[in-house]
């Protein structure tokens, strides 16, 4: 029995294409933040802790620092495990939201008002 290649890999993403808005993503994530953050890249996610209580993620220390990554490599495996469109776009929305919410957590951080 042979499949025809047309319907095999319908309402599938490629993984190609997923990698590109993956990378995409996370360049256009670090252009908006400038060159100048560039030193402490390693402590981006703590933005998105700093989002919801920035005393936790100024003081947490490292269970906090690697809390955050897991959620990003939680976040980067089922992301690049989804099946079908509708569950890629669901996770690139999600990656956005967690990426705009970084953003907006460093910059409380850097700059408090």
Known sequence: MTHSS???NRGRVRLLFKTIAYVG????????????SF????????GLVAVFDLHLANDGG??????????YI????????SKTTLQT????????????????????????H
Do not use: D
């Open 6 to 8: 047309t319907g095999e």
């Open 39 to 46: 030193p402490l890249i390693y402590m981006f996610p703590l």
């Open 25 to 36: 993503a996370g360049v256009a994530t670090l252009l908006y933040m400038g060159t100048s």
């Open 74 to 81: 939680g976040h980067g495996y089922f992301y690049f495990r």
């Open 62 to 71: 490292w269970a906090v620092l690697i809390g955050t990554w897991l959620v």
């Open 89 to 112: 776009a669901i996770l690139y929305a999600v990656l956005v939201i967690m990426l705009i919410g970084n953003i907006a957590g460093c910059q409380k951080m850097w700059h408090p």
